[in-house]
């Protein structure tokens, strides 16, 4: 079956540290990647994305570089802020007869100390 | 403009009610789909709709929960004969045709069953 695997949270970092939050995914077809993030007190939002192999997304200074030959979808971002304190979410969708449904992780909970 | 609506925000009731979700999605946005996000299972993917279609309603955990939209705008979830297992966050996502597109989330709707 299709699934995320995320490093488990609390990620505490001190600001402008360097964050890497671990992502790989299980997918029988070829599948779209995503980051999405949920702030506090807010809804989800798209982070990035990546929609092919080799791929890389970028958004606010985050990046995540589709990696087929290791199924992973890594988030990394050089410097963090306090604001950058979130929860973060990994996510796939698998074509064909791709509705688009979203399969989750579980959510890494990152928190930025400054 | 203006992004996916959910209503109500919070929703108490108490074991055995039935309740009903609305999910408000972007306008012109043909693909609507629901999510549930709880503690202990995660974000998990309910139903997909295409127009007034549900083309996927592999999700939903089981025959007392069902959904309709109409008008291929407003969807409606109802939870019949609640269970404290059903306390959750409900999050509606809209996207302009469903696929690899982009999904756009509401704030969700917190139910809590006594």
């Known amino acids: 079956g299709n699934s995320v695997t995320q490093m488990e949270g609390p990620v505490t970092l001190s600001e402008e540290a360097f964050l890497t939050i671990n992502c790989t995914y299980t997918?029988?077809?070829?599948?779209?990647l995503f980051w999405y993030v949920q702030y506090p007190g807010e809804g989800l939002q798209l982070l990035l994305k990546?929609?092919?192999?080799?791929d890389k997304g970028s958004n606010k200074g985050f990046e995540a570089t589709y990696r087929k030959e290791t199924t992973s979808f890594h988030l990394e971002k050089g410097s963090v802020q306090v604001s950058d304190s979130a929860v973060y979410f990994c996510?796939?969708?698998?074509?064909?007869?791709?509705?688009?449904?979203?399969?989750f992780g579980q959510g890494t909970t990152l928190q930025v100390k400054p | 403009g203006a992004g996916v609506s959910q209503s109500p925000s919070n929703k108490v009731t108490e074991k055995g009610k039935d309740v009903e979700l609305r999910c408000d999605p972007i306008?012109?946005?043909?693909?609507l789909y629901w999510y549930r996000q709880s503690l202990g299972q995660g974000l998990e993917f309910l139903i997909y709709?295409?127009?007034?279609?549900?083309?996927?309603k592999s999700g939903l955990p089981s025959d007392r929960f069902s959904a309709e939209r109409t008008g291929g705008s407003v969807s409606t979830l109802t939870i019949q004969r609640t269970q404290q297992e059903d306390s959750a966050v409900y999050l509606c996502?809209?996207?302009?045709?469903?696929?690899?597109?982009?999904?756009?989330f509401g704030p969700g709707t917190r139910l809590l069953v006594l």
């Open positions: 996502a809209s996207s302009h045709q469903g696929g690899r597109e982009t999904q756009y």
């Open positions: 997918a029988t077809g070829y599948p779209s």
């Open positions: 990546a929609t092919k192999a080799d």
């Open positions: 996510a796939l969708s698998v074509p064909p007869g791709n509705t688009g449904k979203l399969i």
């Open positions: 306008s012109g946005h043909t693909a």
């Open positions: 709709f295409q127009g007034n279609s549900a083309p996927d």
